[in-house]
């Protein structure tokens, strides 16, 4: 006669540890925490292309009649950007840049209509003068800057050299000509002023040395034009030559 045993699962494996049943997720935030701490200047630079690249695809698709699309990029871009088109540079026409006596010509309304920067810049284009970039020269210039630099500073460190970022004082020198050059447009056009429109300080600066169109306006290759774009430039390469060094020592792989 077989007698059988206590009933029970007697051969059933115990339990799992809490650890052991589910993956954890300390494991895979540490994975996520060391591959961006490898590749944080691929990974920047790759969403930072995107970024500056976007505003250039909404002339592009007012071209080929992707009206959508184009003005998704324009809504978009609209909070980074005042983005007034006497300001702005246009793709596809027979123009860079436009007057705004040109644009109200074209838009069909007096000069007086679209006094207001609200209104003005509503304006994206027409088949006949070309579309606008989805932003002005000024943050063309500093974003793209800022991309380009953060390039060259990812190609040099691929190399192996490891730059010294620039001191606070330093930094605050290459932004502060944007910030008197953005402060005095601002003054300028919210008190309805015309100092920043002339330029007459540089005209009695330099001795009118220069042709007068290149004091006046806001016209590709004048003054204002120039202004925005150097000092934009300046801006970006200030950002990158003090912020990446620091981040790099921040995400970068400590040593042990």
């Known amino acids: 006669m077989t007698i059988k045993g206590a009933s029970g699962p007697a051969d059933t494996p115990p339990p799992l540890a809490a650890d052991q049943a589910v993956p954890s997720r300390s494991s895979t935030a540490s994975w996520i925490n060391r591959w961006f701490e490898r590749h944080w200047l691929?990974?920047?630079?790759?969403?930072?292309?995107?970024?500056?690249?976007?505003?250039?695809?909404?002339?592009?698709?007012?071209?080929?009649?992707?009206?959508?699309?184009?003005?998704?990029?324009?809504?978009?871009?609209?909070?980074?950007?005042?983005?007034?088109?006497?300001?702005?540079?246009?793709?596809?026409?027979?123009?860079?840049?436009?007057?705004?006596?040109?644009?109200?010509?074209?838009?069909?309304?007096?000069?007086?209509?679209?006094?207001?920067?609200?209104?003005?810049?509503?304006?994206?284009?027409?088949?006949?003068?070309?579309?606008?970039?989805?932003?002005?020269?000024?943050?063309?210039?500093?974003?793209?800057?800022?991309?380009?630099?953060?390039?060259?500073?990812?190609?040099?460190?691929?190399?192996?050299?490891?730059?010294?970022?620039?001191?606070?004082?330093?930094?605050?020198?290459?932004?502060?000509?944007?910030?008197?050059?953005?402060t005095t447009h601002l003054i300028n056009d919210a008190l309805r002023l015309d100092f920043r429109q002339t330029n007459q300080w540089a005209v009695i600066l330099t001795n009118n040395a220069l042709p007068a169109s290149f004091y006046a306006g806001d016209m590709f290759g004048s003054l204002n034009s120039v202004l925005r774009i150097v000092t934009g430039i300046l801006f970006g390469f200030g950002v990158v030559a003090f912020l990446w060094p620091l981040m790099d020592n921040e995400f970068s792989p400590k040593k042990q």
């Open 42 to 182: 691929f990974t920047f630079n790759t969403a930072w292309g995107v970024f500056v690249l976007l505003p250039w695809l909404a002339p592009i698709f007012m071209i080929l009649g992707l009206t959508f699309p184009g003005r998704v990029v324009y809504f978009i871009y609209n909070f980074f950007c005042h983005q007034l088109p006497e300001r702005s540079w246009f793709l596809f026409g027979p123009q860079f840049s436009y007057t705004q006596t040109q644009i109200a010509e074209a838009w069909g309304v007096p000069l007086a209509a679209i006094s207001n920067e609200l209104v003005r810049r509503q304006f994206v284009g027409t088949p006949e003068l070309g579309w606008k970039v989805a932003w002005s020269d000024r943050m063309v210039a500093m974003y793209t800057s800022i991309f380009i630099f953060g390039l060259i500073y990812a190609v040099l460190r691929k190399r192996g050299l490891r730059l010294k970022g620039i001191s606070w004082w330093v930094f605050l020198l290459l932004i502060l000509p944007m910030a008197i050059d953005g």
